[in-house]
């Protein structure tokens, strides 16, 4: 049976890890490509990027960052943030990605994950979704609604009805990152994540809230997902992937041991 | 040296770095000459049956790599590539090359353990139980993982060439070889260190 994943998301700005990553010998800001190199030897099974970069002509520095990294990790990675259209896929994947992303501007024209499919294959396209807890309504009778610009914007789309529409349009996985959980440490929405799991039959990765390897059990059973992405809780060595992975084992949840 | 066939199926690139980082010198080649000149031959690929097929015939590299095959060559396939050096595959109801009898068939459209419904393609890491010892598979921990994405699978009609098989409802043939051909239905190139170890064993096996 296949394994469940433990995914580190780094986020890029400008070539340069955010977050104050407290690698050795490093200070606030760390490199992308050694901390890649740091969760691959801890046993990451996949790494997340997304390039948080404002000016659109420092995007070509992502896909160096890209290029780097394929040439340091061999497992899958996936990069996010900024992919507005097929050339931006093509840049990456051509850099060396796994995957894409695509979030915000799948909402705008949802279209891309359609193209994206055709072009790369489903296995390439991972639709990013950012939710917030709403009151249950007409409009989103799920009670979660899709937000965008960091979960600034309100769409008024149902989380439900989008990932169904996702899945229908061949996006090959859904990466559920809930606004509320995230950045808090207190755990994921597991009640977020059993609904989107138990309506798509593609894989779930849970985002936002992980704080301890606790958490991830709970996620990866309660809530059914097929993977769980984890961020402060590693970048701020509290844990090393390793040592959430040995937790998980005692819980009987499988994961990938040996690397 | 070594040779990757180019024959515009999907991203070999994977297989270009790691074979950069174990070091070794290779060529990525769709000449014919140069295969046949070639120490030994990665046969990669990500996409359909039908269309690799058919960009392999106009390249008569169908028949280049029989004759690579036939002249005791070390052959590693991949994905892809392992699929299509089977008789036939079910993806696009095609003929392929016949290096080894059988065919490539889907995974059932409702599987499932312990009443989970099971997602096609089979993506993610899974482990390969070893059949028996082979040259290219030596130092792999029995319980060392392998990075899939698939929605067919190699099923040879000789059961003696199933080095390796992998549980996903069904269990299926994840590694294969026949004299101086082993292939992969995983992605030695995504799979960390032990698929590295397996890239690195080819690079220095004599096919015998």
Known sequence: ?259 | MIAIIDYDAGNIKSVERALHYLGQEFVVTDDTKMLNNASHVIFPGVGAAGTAMACLKRKSLDQCVKLCFQTGKPILGICLGTQIILDASEENAVDCIGLVRGVTKRFPRHLSVNGMALKIPHMGWNTVSFKREHPVFAGIESQAEFYFVHSYYPSPSDETVVLGTTDYGITFCSALGLKNLVAVQFHPEKSGRPGLRILQNFCTWSGA
């Open chain 1, 1 to 259: 049976m296949i394994s469940k994943r433990i995914i580190p998301c780094l986020d890029v700005r400008d070539g340069k890890l955010t977050k104050g990553i407290k690698f050795q010998g490093n200070v606030d800001i760390g490199d992308p490509v050694e901390a890649a190199r740091e969760y691959y030897e801890q046993g990451a099974d996949e790494i997340v990027f997304y390039d948080i970069t404002a000016s659109s002509e420092n995007r070509d520095i992502m896909i160096d960052v890209v290029r780097r990294v394929a040439e340091t990790i061999f497992i899958p990675f996936s990069v996010g943030g900024g992919i507005r259209c097929l050339e931006d896929m093509r840049k990456v994947i051509g850099a060396g990605a796994e995957k894409v992303s695509v979030n915000s501007a799948a909402v705008r024209e949802p279209d891309i994950i359609s193209q994206g499919v055709k072009a790369f294959g489903s296995q390439c396209i991972v639709l990013g979704m950012d939710v917030k807890k709403v009151e249950v309504c007409g409009q989103t009778p799920s009670g979660y609604e899709i937000v965008i610009e960091g979960g600034r914007k309100y769409t008024g789309m149902d989380a439900l009805a989008w990932a169904k529409e996702a899945e229908r349009r061949g996006a090959g996985e859904i990466c559920l990152n809930s606004i509320d959980a995230d950045g808090m440490q207190n755990g994921y929405e597991i009640e977020l994540t059993s609904l989107i799991s138990d309506n798509v039959s593609i894989p779930v990765i849970a985002s936002g809230g992980a704080g301890h390897p606790e958490h991830l059990a709970d996620v990866l059973t309660r809530g059914r997902a097929d993977a769980a992405l984890v961020a402060s809780m590693v970048h701020y060595r509290i844990y090393t992937i390793s040592q959430i992975k040995h937790y998980l084992f005692g819980c009987s949840i499988r994961t990938r041991m040996f690397w």
